[in-house]
């Protein structure tokens, strides 16, 4: 195994000279490992696994892990910065190929998805999601059910979320000590080529060496300039999480994912919010279909305003007796347009990369707006652009896609490399999601996004959509708000897109991302059998209702003919 | 015990019509308002989902002056749900659109006049800026039947408001959903800032009580300014009995309740009559067939006795004067699963019984569909309300609010009767008991009309013509 680790970094080393290729991630590039079905035998991420001989490999590197030192005279085959959900994928990845491998995490394990982010999230979430149903007096009645008087628990919702954070927290350690993965304490900093020293404050620090580094250090909430945070009545969702008050009138700075989550939380525990939006439409990076349609089920029949167009370009806490002051800018004429007076305010515009520290200076590689700029491989470039060998960066760190999943997936396309097969991961497979209620996720191109492709490529995509209406399951939950929509190219059947408004929508959209990651076409895909009666009938109307131009199809992409 | 769930919008739309009248000059007054509930129609925002609320124009696909017939969509609503075409059900002339594109209007609220010719445009216009300058509650609150009728009038602005203007998301949307002016509301939210308690205030809604009120926020806030006590706190609750079942009640009953609690503030009187119904019954039997019911037969008869004492077809609006209806319209109770409702029958003196009897079948269906008009429930000037089926000998009714008397009717049953000879004989007898606003119909005014209608139901022939 180690041999194969030691021909995998000169393989990658020999592929890195050319290896200049750093294509914005949401553009397919000419690459595409994972393309159409069939055509690359070599393809990963197509391979069966062989479950339980994995697992054999992975108890045996277990045991072996920390007992033989890493070949080469390295202490490791791989160092992971940071012991996020992308370290974690890395690191269980790693052992999985038989790497000796260490995570180094100066905060706590599992980092903004687990103690911060998603996880804790999802606890308010499911929360909200009760509490929206119960008070739905005419959802419960149509049902034949008859609630007589409903309320919550402020702290005992917090500490809901709390405990499922340190839940996840000690299942993700304790998944990575039964591997044999050595979690190193301190904050990584890299002091030169394969090596990096990590440390306590007040502790002696330490050095070690790496055949491979991987950062993985995350991102931290981004606040704006003229924001004052105070914690108390204006935060990041890192304060916002831990619940520790609803005020009654909240605005939410961004409506992204996560202004849109909180709005569904807020809502549902009584608070009215209001929407700051410095774009001219609410929920900017979905489809814009979808956001007119998210707007009508999510904002406007609940307690919610927004102005859009405007930057809020000073927020004072409450202090004094004086409510949150909110200064909105026009977003173009940056005139002053207004002065808003709430209870809170929550800052949700976005994330900063958390770089500083790393010692990236060390090897000359130049932070772009704060992300470790990369090749779609994940390798490092340094300030001359050319490829730092054996340097890795996954995650929100890189900025390619500021999703958990999408970090751990580049952390295994990483280990991949580094075991030995070349890896490209396709971003456009990646799935996201909001879970709102009802949730919204999407995989792939949105609708404008894919006709620009068209144009540029010069072929044609065709729309269609489906209606959670129409589905029985959702009827017998009540809950047919929803669509779901595909993008294809009409000649070849290739899915470039799908996004779903609807009831579990989050867990819906994993038929279409896998369809894209494995190339499934929509005229293979629709003869896929769904249960009955069940909400992934949505995704099965929606396949079947896709026509394709077969005839041009068979001819370009199936050569060799059955 | 018999109560009548009280048109509860009658307050509401008359004094819009009386205006109306009077703008438009004063021509004979009783034509005049004919004319306007025939030839001009209001279109209303449709629900065009279980849950929709409130609509938003998105455009007009008629313009003001544009004729069109029935079934032709005439403007695209949003809805919670989708953008549909909404379609006219009568012919006419789009004569105003009262809520322009890009506006919104509760479900029931009138968004554009249709005038049935051209004459009717004018009128329609002057009617629609009557509307348009009426109060700022003017348009139907989403529920029709859960109107506020009597809702506490909105606080007189106070000559310079401390608010800045600052109103809370769902303040803002209540405001617009009920045309409530901000600027003239005086905000009780922290730091003066209009609430949504505020607006329904000053909309006359009675807020919902809060069933989670979150704990008040950490921050350092000092509550600049108490919330005062919800305005409509009434009567003391008393504690449930354990074992029970506690159930809301629905707007249509709260609606019964809180007309019933109103009726209170009026003093009334009962005169009771009773009367032989033999020739009735016979008229019964040769009518049924046709469709005819026992109800509408007494609506019949109640309505020609009415239009000789038009004082029992009065009502006291302002406890200080009668107001004379011109209109003989006839609300006649209804019991609905979970409710109760009075669908009325217009000008019931004037139309005869087979078209009274087919208007009644249409008016039961639209009541057990809840797709009555507020003027098929809110424009009555007296009621009836018949148990006899059901065997009872006599009742007592509540009088609704806005009207002057109403009428309980028991069954007829064969009674021993002495006539003035002393010969007993066996005769179908029927007790009425009238209830009555003793403002402005005394016990004489009652009792006239009570002789006149039993020599109309003892001798009925004059029923048929």
């Known amino acids: 195994m180690q041999s194969t680790a030691a021909a995998s970094v000169s393989a990658s080393a020999i592929a ?43 108890r045996a590197a277990a045991a072996t892990n920390g007992a033989v030192a890493g070949s080469g005279g390295f202490d490791y085959d791989l160092v992971i910065i940071g012991a996020g959900v992308g ?116 502790f002696p620090e330490k050095e070690i060496t790496a055949r491979n580094i991987i950062i993985a250090t995350g991102s931290t909430p981004f606040v704006p300039k003229g924001i004052e945070i105070d914690g108390k009545t204006v935060f990041t969702s890192d304060h916002a999480l831990k619940l520790e008050s609803v005020p009654d009138w909240i605005a939410i700075v961004g409506s992204g994912y996560i202004g849109l989550e909180f709005s569904d939380v807020y809502t549902a525990l009584g608070s009215e919010v209001t929407f700051v939006e410095a774009l001219d439409q609410l929920m900017p990076g979905f489809d814009p279909e979808i956001a007119k349609l998210a707007q009508r089920v999510l904002i406007n029949p609940r307690k919610i305003d927004y102005h859009t167009g405007v930057f809020a370009s000073k927020i004072t806490p409450a202090k004094d007796g004086k409510p949150v002051l909110i200064e909105l800018i026009d977003a173009k004429t940056k005139e002053h347009k207004e002065t808003l007076e709430v209870d809170a305010a929550l800052i949700a515009t976005g994330r900063a990369p958390f770089t500083k520290g790393l010692g990236l200076e060390n090897i000359n590689v130049v932070t772009q707006r704060g992300f470790v700029p990369v090749d779609e491989r994940m390798r490092v470039m340094d300030a001359d652009g050319n490829v730092v060998p054996n340097l890795y960066c996954i995650g929100d760190a890189n900025g390619k896609l500021m999703l958990a999943h999408a970090a751990s997936a580049q952390g295994i396309s990483v280990v991949e490399q580094i075991s030995g097969r070349d890896h490209i991961l396709n971003h456009l497979s990646i799935p996201a999601a909001c879970f709102t209620h009802p949730e919204i996720s999407m995989v792939g191109l949105t609708e404008p996004q894919a006709r620009e492709k068209a144009d540029k490529e010069g072929f044609e995509i065709s729309v269609v959509k489906t209606s959670f209406k129409a589905n029985t399951k959702a009827l017998a939950e009540n809950e047919g708000d929803g669509i779901a929509k595909l993008i294809y190219r009409s000649d070849t059947g290739e899915i470039l897109g799908v996004h779903i408004l609807g009831l579990h929508a989050a867990d819906l959209i994993h038929e279409a991302s896998n369809a894209i990651a494995l190339g499934t076409r929509v005229q293979d895909i629709k003869f896929a059998v769904h249960a009955h009666p069940t909400l992934s009938e949505v995704l099965d109307e929606l396949f079947k209702a896709a026509k394709v131009n077969s005839g041009v199809s068979h001819s370009v992409n199936e050569p060799v003919a059955a | ?151 506490p009038p909105p606080p007189a602005p106070v000559a310079a408001p401390a608010t800045k203007g600052i109103a809370t998301p769902y303040a803002k949307k209540l405001a617009k959903q009920h045309r409530v002016d901000i600027a003239a509301v005086v905000g009780t939210g922290p730091h003066g800032r209009v609430t949504a308690a505020d607006i329904q205030a000053a909309a006359g809604i009675n807020p919902k009580p809060k069933v989670a009120p979150p704990p008040p926020p950490p921050p350092p806030a000092p509550p600049a300014a108490v919330r ?157 309300s018949n148990l006899g089926m059901f065997g009872v000998d006599r009742f007592d009714a509540i009088l609704p609010a806005g009207q002057g008397a109403i009428m309980a009717v028991g069954t007829s049953k064969p009674t021993v009767v ?16 009238v209830t009555a606003d003793h403002r402005i119909i005394y016990g004489a005014d009652l009792a006239a009309f009570l002789q006149t209608f039993a020599k109309i139901v003892e001798d009925p022939e004059g029923l048929t013509l």
């Open chain 1, 16 to 58: 890195s000279g050319g290896g200049a290729r750093s294509e914005p991630a949401r553009r397919p590039g000419g690459l595409r490992v994972c393309g159409l079905r069939g055509e690359s035998p070599a393809c990963p991420s197509l391979r069966i696994s062989q479950a339980p001989a994995r697992l054999a490999v992975a």
């Open chain 1, 87 to 202: 370290g974690h994928g890395a690191a269980l990845h790693a052992v999985e190929e038989g790497l000796k491998t260490a995570i180094i995490e100066g905060d706590v394990v599992g980092g903004t998805c687990v103690n911060r982010g998603c996880v804790p999230s999802k606890a308010l979430l499911a929360v909200s999601g009760r509490m929206r149903e119960l008070h739905d007096e005419h959802h419960m009645k149509s049902l034949g059910l008859q609630v007589s008087s409903t309320g919550y628990d402020r702290q005992a919702v917090a500490d809901h979320a709390n405990n499922l954070a340190s839940k996840i927290r000690s299942n993700l350690t304790n998944s990575m000590k039964a591997l044999g993965v050595d979690i190193l304490t301190g904050v990584g900093t890299i002091v030169g080529k394969q090596k990096v020293r990590y440390g306590k404050v007040g």
């Open chain 2, 1 to 151: 015990m018999a109560s009548l769930a009280s048109p509860s919008l009658s307050l509401h739309t008359v004094p819009g019509r009386a205006r109306l009248a009077a703008a438009a000059g004063a021509p004979p007054r009783r034509r005049r308002v004919a004319v306007v509930r025939a030839k001009v129609r209001e279109i209303f925002m449709p629900a065009l989902s279980s849950t929709m609320t409130e609509g938003k124009i998105v455009s007009w696909t008629a313009a003001e002056g544009d004729r069109v017939a029935k079934g032709d969509p005439v403007v695209v609503v949003e809805s919670d749900k989708a953008d549909m075409d909404v379609e006219t059900f009568h012919d006419g002339i789009v004569a105003a659109v009262l809520v322009p594109a890009g506006g919104t209007a509760p479900v029931g609220a009138p968004i554009a006049l249709l005038a049935e010719s051209e004459e009717e445009v004018a009128l329609a216009q002057a009617r629609a800026q009557a509307l348009s300058q009426g109060p700022s509650r003017e348009p139907h609150p989403p529920h029709a039947v859960a109107a506020a009728a009597r809702a």
């Open chain 2, 228 to 384: 005062p006590a919800p305005p409509m706190a009434s009567g003391a609750v008393l504690p449930p009995l354990p074992g029970g079942r506690v159930v809301p009640f629905t707007t249509m009953q709260a609606a019964v309740s809180r007309n019933m609690v109103e009726s209170l503030s009026v003093p009334t009187f009962r005169v009771g009559y009773s009367m032989t119904t033999d020739k009735l019954d016979a008229l019964y039997e040769k009518v049924k067939s046709k469709g005819v019911t026992k109800t509408v037969l007494l609506v019949k008869a109640a309505a020609m006795a009415l239009t000789q004492h038009p004082a029992v077809n009065a009502s006291c609006r302002d406890g200080k004067s009668f107001s004379y209806n011109t209109n003989v319209n006839i609300g006649v109770a209804v019991a609905l699963e979970g409710g109760l409702l009075t669908p009325v029958l217009e000008d019931a003196d004037k139309l005869d019984i087979y078209l009274l009897a087919q208007k009644w079948r249409v008016l039961l269906k639209k009541a057990r569909t809840k797709q009555l008009q507020p003027n098929e429930y809110n424009s009555g000037t007296f009621t009836l």
């Open chain 2, 418 to 433: 002495a006539d003035k000879d002393g010969f007993f004989s066996i005769k179908s007898e029927m007790l009425v008991n």
